[in-house]
């Protein structure tokens, strides 16, 4: 069975990893190191695996060969991964959201109210998921990450649905969680104000 097991370091190794998505191959072989305080941005078409490495890295499926290090999390956590589907129960308010995930990982309540003000959600904390913008959304997806620290953020198309202000909030967080040591690797659709430090085209190692 691959390996994925996590070590003191505080890196990202992908080591030899193949996924395939029923009959189709989408990588095979692929090695990539982040390090510490560092972006990168996943490249690749349409198809091309950058979801699927993503999910990959986080946990939720396994790769067919090869072995990931990923950094040590506190209490084992894991990464933080936002992708399209932001996980949110359509008939509960942001500020539930974000009390039944401090509950679920054991952290103070009591930077809720600074992170919803922060993510520009304060106007909108009582309103149910589902009247929510799908900027707003994401933002309240976003928010997740600043109530349980991570050091790894893994990030598709994080600035999806995002207009021009929500996308400097976006690169502000991401900036302010890199220079803490904290990793991110993100597949980008359209480009950042923030420049990446490094790019891993998925479709390279499509044999």
């Known amino acids: 069975m691959p390996k994925s097991h996590h070590q003191d370091e505080n890196f990202l190794k992908l080591e030899n990893l193949t996924a395939v998505r029923g009959y189709a191959l989408l990588f095979s072989n692929l090695n990539f190191k982040l390090d510490a305080g560092r972006f990168a941005a996943l490249k690749g078409p349409n198809g091309s695996g950058k979801t699927t490495l993503l999910r990959m890295v986080a946990g939720f499926i396994e790769p067919e060969t090869g072995s990931m290090t990923r950094p040590s999390e506190e209490k084992d956590r894991g990464p933080f991964y936002l992708g399209h589907d932001h996980g949110l129960r359509a008939t509960e308010t942001a500020i539930s959201h974000l009390r039944y995930w401090a509950r679920l990982h054991s952290v103070p309540m009591d930077t809720i109210p600074d992170i919803i003000e922060r993510l520009g959600l304060k106007s909108r904390a009582l309103v149910p998921a589902h009247s929510l913008s799908a900027g707003q959304k994401k933002r309240l997806g976003l928010a997740r990450a600043l109530l349980t ?14 207009d021009t202000k929500g996308q400097a909030l976006l690169c502000d967080v991401i900036r302010e969680h890199l220079a803490a040591g904290g990793l991110c690797l993100a597949a980008l659709h359209d480009p950042l104000a923030l420049e990446p430090d490094d790019y891993l085209d998925v479709s390279e190692f499509r044999q």
């Open 149 to 162: 620290p991570r050091k790894l953020w893994l990030l598709d198309e994080p600035a999806a649905a995002l």
